[in-house]
C-alpha cells in the first residue's frame, strides 16, 4: 500500500517535469489517471452529469496553468484535490442550485429485500449525497472525502490546508449532523422516527 | 456519557492510519470502554452504507476537451529560456576567446614596437623609427579599445 503511494508519487513527478520543459501532451497522461476521481468528486457537489463535467475540465485546465506553481517533492494528488475541492465549492456559491428537499425515506424502513433492491440502493446513495452536500461546507468536503472517497483525516488535513485534529472534529459533527437530517427528512416532521425503525438508513444512528 | 476520549482519532483508527504505538494504545481504551466502542462501530457502519456511492459516469470525453483547451506550448518557453542560457554561456565563451586573442597580439605588438623604437633611433633615422613606430602603436591602441569594448567592466578601470 506504501510501497504503492510511493510508485504514483514517482510517476506523478515524472510525468509533471516532462510537461514543465515543454511536453505538453504529456498532460494527457495525467488527465487519464484522475479524470474518474475527479469527475466523481466533481459529481458529488454538482449532483449531474453535466455541471460535474465542466467542473473536471475546468479543474484540469486551471491545474496545467498552474503547473509552475506545483511544489515538486509534494505529492501532486493532493495539490490536485486542493485545487478540485476549492474549485467545486466556489461552484457551490455562485451557481448551486437550491435542491429540493430529500423525498420520502420510509422506503428503507423495511427490512424486506426485494427486486428493486439495487435500485434503492441507488437512491439511498443519491438521498444522501444530496444531504452531504447540502450541509455547510466545511462538513460536506470531510465527509465526501473520507466516506465516499476513501481518504483518511490525514490526507484530508492536507487538501484541505487544515490539521488532522480538525477535521476529525468535522467528521464527528458532520456525521452527526448528516444523521439528523436524514433524520428529520424521513420523520416528515410529524415525530414519526423512521431511523428507529431497521433498514440501512436506521443504521446511521 | 462523554468518554473524554469520544472525540479522539477515532476516523484516522478505522482507516488503519495510526503509529503501532498510537493504535495499540487506542484499541486497550475501546476493550474497557463501550461508548468508543459505539463510536467506531457507527463509523464502520457509515462508511458500508455510504462509501463509494455509484454515480452516472459521463459517456463523453473528458480528456479529448481538455487537451483541446490547454496551451500545450505554455511551458515550452521554459526549454527555450534553458537552451537560450546554454547559447548565451557559448556565446561568452566565444568572446572570451576573441578577447584573449585580441590581447596577446595587443600585447606583443606594444612590446614589439619598443623594442624597434629602442633600437632603431641609432641605427635608424628619426624619421623612420616614427614611420614603423607610430602605426604599431595605433594597432595596439585599436586592440585595447577593442577589448574594451568587449569587457565594459575594464573601461571603468
Ligand atoms: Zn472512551
Redesign the interface.
Known amino acids: 500500500m506504501h510501497y504503492h503511494a510511493q510508485t504514483i508519487l514517482k510517476e506523478d513527478e515524472k510525468i509533471i517535469q516532462a510537461v514543465l520543459i515543454g511536453n505538453g501532451e504529456g498532460y494527457g497522461d495525467i488527465v487519464d489517471r484522475y479524470q474518474t476521481k475527479l469527475y466523481r468528486v466533481s459529481y458529488y457537489y454538482t449532483q449531474n452529469i453535466e455541471d460535474a463535467r465542466d467542473l473536471v475540465q475546468d479543474i484540469f485546465i486551471k491545474a496545467y496553468n498552474n503547473l509552475s506553481s506545483f511544489k515538486q517533492g509534494s505529492a501532486f494528488s493532493t495539490w490536485l484535490y486542493r485545487i478540485a475541492v476549492n474549485h467545486c465549492l466556489d461552484w457551490c456559491r455562485k451557481k448551486r442550485p437550491q435542491y429540493a428537499e430529500v423525498s420520502c425515506l420510509d422506503i428503507f424502513s423495511t427490512e424486506e429485500e426485494g427486486p428493486e433492491d439495487l435500485y434503492l440502493r441507488q437512491e439511498v446513495a443519491s438521498e444522501i449525497q444530496a444531504a452531504v452536500v447540502n450541509l455547510p461546507a466545511i462538513y460536506s468536503t470531510v465527509l465526501i472525502l473520507y466516506y465516499f472517497e476513501d481518504f483518511s483525516p490525514q490526507e484530508i488535513a492536507e487538501i484541505t490546508n487544515t490539521s488532522k485534529r480538525t477535521v476529525e472534529t468535522r467528521l464527528f459533527r458532520g456525521r452527526k449532523m448528516l444523521r439528523d437530517k436524514l433524520h428529520s427528512k424521513s420523520s416528515g416532521g410529524e415525530g414519526h422516527d423512521l431511523l428507529s425503525k431497521p433498514g440501512q438508513l436506521a443504521q446511521l444512528r | 456519557m462523554t468518554c473524554y476520549r469520544s472525540?479522539?482519532?477515532?476516523?484516522?483508527y478505522v482507516?488503519q492510519?495510526l503509529s503501532d504505538a498510537e493504535r495499540n494504545e487506542m484499541a486497550s481504551h475501546l476493550g474497557h470502554c463501550p461508548e468508543c466502542r459505539d463510536i467506531v462501530s457507527?463509523?464502520k457502519?457509515?462508511?458500508?452504507?455510504?462509501?463509494?456511492?455509484?454515480?452516472?459516469?459521463?459517456q463523453?470525453d473528458?480528456?479529448v476537451?481538455?487537451?483541446d483547451?490547454?496551451?500545450?506550448?505554455?511551458?515550452?518557453?521554459?526549454?527555450v529560456s534553458?537552451n537560450t542560457f546554454r547559447l548565451f554561456e557559448l556565446r561568452n565563451w566565444g568572446f572570451s576567446m576573441i578577447a584573449a586573442g585580441v590581447f596577446l597580439i595587443a600585447f606583443n605588438l606594444t612590446s614589439f614596437s619598443s623594442i624597434i623604437k629602442t633600437d632603431q633611433v641609432t641605427e635608424l633615422g628619426s624619421s623612420l623609427s616614427k614611420q614603423i613606430s607610430i602605426p604599431l602603436d595605433k594597432v595596439s591602441q585599436a586592440a585595447f579599445s577593442f577589448l574594451n569594448h568587449l569587457i565594459p567592466t575594464s573601461r571603468t578601470n
Open positions: 472525540q479522539d482519532s477515532w476516523h484516522s482507516k492510519c457507527d463509523i457502519k457509515t462508511i458500508k452504507i455510504i462509501s463509494n456511492p455509484d454515480i452516472p459516469m459521463p463523453f473528458i480528456k476537451n481538455i487537451m483547451s490547454i496551451d500545450k506550448n505554455r511551458y515550452k518557453q521554459n526549454l534553458v
